[in-house]
C-alpha cells in the first residue's frame, strides 16, 4: 500500500547489453518512485518467440524518498545476419544528424536507439475525501448523558481580599475674609436720653475700625440720694469695619473712650471673634474617586483573571468571556471639603464558566469517523487527525447549561492495493512514451 496522499511516479528506462552482432538484447526497466523504497521487481526475457516473465515479491525499505524498481523487462530481438550491417549503418548515419531526434524518435524508438536517454513518467494521484459536518452539543454543569449529546461543564468564581488607596483631593476653592463681632456699651452722663445711631464708627487706639450694627437708646443719668450720679448704660451688637483677624480686638480696647456726641462714652466688656483672612480649601471630585477606584480595580482584575483561570484543568476551556463586578467605597463623597488626602478601598470579583474540551473533541471525531465510515468504502482511510472548532456558544442559563455547535473534518484518502499497482506495471512495461 502507498502512502495516503502521495503520487506515484513511473519511469520507464532502457538500456541495451550484449553483443550486437552476436547477441544484442534489449533491458526496460520501470521505476516506480514511492514513499518505501523498492516494492516489486518484474523481468521478462525473449529469445526467438520464447518469453518467460517472473514477479519478484515486495522489497521494502526505510528511506521515505528512495526510488522504488519495479517490474523490469528484458526482451532478445534476433535479427537475421544479412540486416545487421544495414542496420550498423543507419544507426551511424543518425548518429552523425544529431539535430534530428525527432525524426529518430519517429521512425525508431528512442527506447530501442537510445536506452540511457528515452523515459516515461507516470504519476498517480490517489482520490481523496474531506467529510465536514457539524454538532450541537450540550454543556451542562450536572452529570452528563453522552447519549444526549453532553458534555460537562463547571463554573468557577474568585474574589479579591479588599484593596485600598490614598489620593489627594484635587477640588480647590477660597473662602471670603470675614468680619470680627462683638458688643459694644455706650454710658451717659447727662440727664436726658441721647441716641447714637447705628452704623457710628468708633476707632481704637491700633486704628481698627468698628461700629454699633443698631441705634443706642441710652437713658439719662439719675442723681442718688448721696450725691452720686449714676449713668446711664446700653450694650448693642457691633462689629470690625476690618476684614480678617485684625479685627479681632482685645478685651477693653475701648474703655471709656469719648464719643463724638457729648456726655457719651463707649467701651467693649468683651473681646471680638470670628474675623478670618481670605482661605484656601481643597474638596473631593467625583474624578478624584474614580480615578482611584480604576486604579486599583486594574491591579485586581487582573489578579482575579489569573486566579480564575488557574482553577481550570488543562483539557478544560472558557465558554464566553470572564465576568467582573467590583465594590468601591470611600469615606468622602464629591464635593465634600478634606484637609488632606480621600482613601478608596476596593475589592473585585470574577465568574466564568468551562466546559470539557477533551471530551468535546473526543465526541466529534467518533461520529464523524463513523460518518466517513458509512458514506465512504473500505479503501478510503482517514489521513491524519480529525480537527474541531467551537463554531458558537449560547449564553449559559441560570444553572450554567449552554448549547454549543463544534464543527469538524477530516481528510479521507483512497489506497490502492498493491494488485493494481503490479497490474498497472505490467500494462506499460515495453511501450512508448506516448503510448504508456
Do not use: C
Not at 452539543?137 to 460537562?152: D, E, H, M, S
Not at 481704637?204 to 448721696?226: F, H, M, R, S, T
Not at 465634600?336 to 478608596?344: A, D, P, R, S, W
Not at 463544534?406 to 490502492?416: D, K, P, T, V
Amino acid at each position: 500500500m502507498t502512502r495516503p496522499g502521495k503520487p506515484l511516479r513511473f519511469i520507464v528506462e532502457k538500456n541495451m547489453q550484449g553483443n550486437q552482432r552476436t547477441n544484442p538484447e534489449f533491458r526496460f526497466t520501470i521505476k516506480l518512485t514511492g514513499p518505501k523504497g523498492p516494492q516489486a521487481t518484474v523481468k521478462r526475457q525473449s529469445r526467438g518467440r520464447e518469453q518467460a516473465e517472473e514477479v519478484t515479491t515486495l522489497l521494502a525499505m526505510e528511506q521515505s524518498e528512495a526510488i522504488a524498481l519495479h517490474p523490469a523487462k528484458r526482451t532478445v530481438f534476433r535479427r537475421r545476419r544479412s540486416s545487421r550491417p544495414m542496420l550498423i549503418v543507419i544507426i551511424l548515419l543518425l548518429l552523425i544528424g544529431g539535430g534530428i531526434f525527432s525524426v529518430i524518435n519517429d521512425l525508431i524508438p528512442l527506447r530501442i536507439t537510445f536506452p540511457d536517454l528515452a523515459s516515461v513518467t507516470i504519476t498517480i494521484t490517489p482520490d481523496s475525501q474531506r467529510l465536514q459536518k457539524s454538532y450541537d452539543l450540550q454543556a451542562v454543569t450536572t452529570p452528563p448523558v453522552a447519549a444526549q449529546q453532553q458534555i460537562p461543564a463547571r463554573i468557577l468564581s474568585f474574589t479579591t481580599d479588599e484593596q485600598s488607596i490614598t489620593v489627594p483631593a484635587s477640588g480647590t476653592g477660597t473662602t471670603p475674609a470675614t468680619y470680627a463681632s462683638g458688643t459694644l456699651t455706650f454710658q451717659n452722663t447727662l440727664s436726658k436720653e441721647q441716641t447714637v445711631p447705628a452704623g457710628t464708627v468708633f476707632i481704637d487706639k491700633n486704628g481698627i475700625k468698628v461700629a454699633n450694627e443698631q441705634d443706642a437708646y441710652i437713658p439719662g443719668a439719675q442723681l442718688l440720694l448721696d450725691g452720686t450720679v449714676l449713668a446711664g448704660t446700653i450694650t448693642v451688637l457691633a462689629h470690625a469695619l476690618v476684614p480678617g483677624d485684625k479685627g479681632n480686638i482685645q478685651q477693653s480696647d475701648f474703655s471709656g473712650t469719648p464719643s463724638y456726641i457729648s456726655g457719651i462714652t463707649v467701651e467693649n466688656t468683651a473681646p471680638f471673634f470670628g474675623g478670618q483672612e481670605q482661605q484656601t480649601y481643597h474638596y473631593v471630585q467625583q474624578s478624584d474617586i474614580d480615578g482611584a477606584v480604576n486604579t486599583l480595580q486594574t491591579t485586581l482584575t487582573q489578579k482575579a483573571r489569573s486566579a480564575l483561570l488557574s482553577k481550570m484543568s488543562p483539557d478544560e476551556r472558557l465558554i464566553g468571556q470572564i465576568q467582573y463586578t467590583h465594590s468601591a467605597s470611600s469615606l468622602y463623597k464629591a464635593g465634600e471639603i478634606v484637609g488632606g488626602g480621600i482613601t478608596v478601598t476596593v475589592k473585585v470579583s470574577s465568574i466564568g464558566e468551562v466546559y470539557n474540551q477533551r471530551l468535546a473533541q473526543t465526541m466529534v471525531e467518533s461520529q464523524l469517523q463513523a460518518e466517513g465510515t458509512h458514506t465512504l468504502t473500505a479503501q478510503y482511510k482517514l489521513a491524519g487527525p480529525i480537527t474541531a472548532q467551537v463554531i458558537s456558544f449560547k449564553k449559559p442559563d441560570t444553572q450554567g447549561t449552554t448549547s454549543s455547535r463544534i464543527q469538524a473534518q477530516g481528510l479521507w484518502i483512497y489506497q490502492i492495493p498493491d494488485s493494481k499497482l503490479q497490474a498497472m506495471i505490467k500494462q506499460i512495461a515495453g511501450k512508448r512514451k506516448n503510448a504508456a
